[in-house]
């Protein structure tokens, strides 16, 4: 079923008759229609940035306040450029830019959320895939919605999936101890623990500044984890890849062993904190909630066991 548009655009009346007939048609399958206009909006709404995968030569927090000087670039140009050798060809000088590219696509620092960094002998350095919100709501790769529309890039562009999985990966691994502040209360907390999946890549400056998110403190929400764990095993079992399986195996177990600290009594369900913490953000929870609760640790152990058939 298909939406001719003649003039490049659709009025009200036309859009809303397709939805009708979609949802009509599809009368005994209404996961098809709830998917297709309410889940996978997150692929086209924001935007997307794709960049060629080599890191950056400076992450903004080390700029910091560095100011910009025309005289300045000169003089670093002139001082770039070794003045004593007679022969300066063209192919010396591009000699030298091969070294100066060297440099810059130095492996990043263990701060930043690089999957890049994990890829396996003789795979494809396809480049880092951000996929934006909305066009208010400019956090890159928010996972929390990630998990809806992952479906559709697995089936249809898997490398680009297996990137954006690479890099919280590596974002499970990090650590950033600096201090933001919460909106809902005013109190001060960590920007990122050890073990816990990201909210979102960041917005300032992403891969290294993670979680612009800032109502909540999402290092203790109960779904960011489970959600990991459960997309990296569709993805294997998806497409076979034995070698993204090895890659990000040690964050799936590091987010699987962050997540036992939630299920306070040992019965092998998450307990929600009463706040709302899972995506759910204006919702409250206490105890075993039916969304955090259909992702208990233990039943994701089962789905690990898997897992790990795969990796071995």
């Known amino acids: 079923m298909m939406l001719e548009c003649v003039d490049g655009s659709y009025s009200l009346k036309e859009r809303t008759e ?8 599809w009368c005994y399958h209404l996961q098809y229609p ?4 309410n889940e996978l909006y997150y692929l086209n709404a924001g935007g997307t940035i794709w960049t060629d995968g080599s890191p950056p030569l400076h992450s903004l927090s080390i700029i910091g306040e560095t100011k910009f000087s025309l005289d ?8 770039s450029i070794n003045t004593s050798n007679d022969n300066d060809t063209a192919v010396d000088i591009l000699g030298r830019m ?3 590219l060297q ?4 492996s990043a620092p263990v701060t930043s959320a690089f999957g890049t960094n994990l890829l396996q002998k003789g795979e494809e350095n396809i480049g880092q895939f951000l996929c934006l919100k909305g066009i208010e709501y400019h956090m890159g790769n928010t996972y929390d919605v990630h998990f809806y529309a992952s479906f559709s890039l697995i089936m249809l562009f898997p490398k680009l999936e297996f990137s954006i999985q690479r890099d919280y990966a590596a974002a499970v691994m990090m650590h950033d101890p600096s201090k ?5 209360d005013g109190s001060l907390v960590s920007r990122k623990v050890l073990g816990a999946v990201p909210h979102d890549i960041g917005m300032n400056d992403p891969w290294f500044e993670l979680n612009y998110y800032k109502l909540y403190n999402t290092d203790r929400w109960k779904d960011l984890n ?3 764990v459960l997309q990296v095993y569709r993805d294997v079992v998806a497409t076979g890849d034995r070698q993204f399986a090895r890659a990000v195996w040690p964050s799936v177990y590091t987010a699987m062993a962050y997540m036992e600290q939630f299920d306070v009594d040992g019965d092998g369900m998450i307990e929600n904190e009463v706040f709302p913490d899972q995506t759910y953000d204006t919702w409250s929870a206490s105890g075993v909630s039916a969304y955090c609760g259909g992702q208990p ?7 690990l066991v898997k897992l790990v058939t795969m990796v071995l």
């Open 72 to 79: 300045w670039s000169k003089s670093n140009l002139k001082n």
């Open 180 to 184: 933001m502040r919460l909106l809902h």
């Open 98 to 100: 091969a070294s100066v």
């Open 103 to 106: 440099e810059i696509h130095t």
């Open 226 to 228: 489970p959600k990991a």
């Open 297 to 303: 640790c233990r039943l994701l152990l089962l789905w």
């Open 34 to 37: 709830i998917t297709l206009f």
């Open 18 to 25: 397709y939805k009708v007939k979609v949802v009509v048609g």
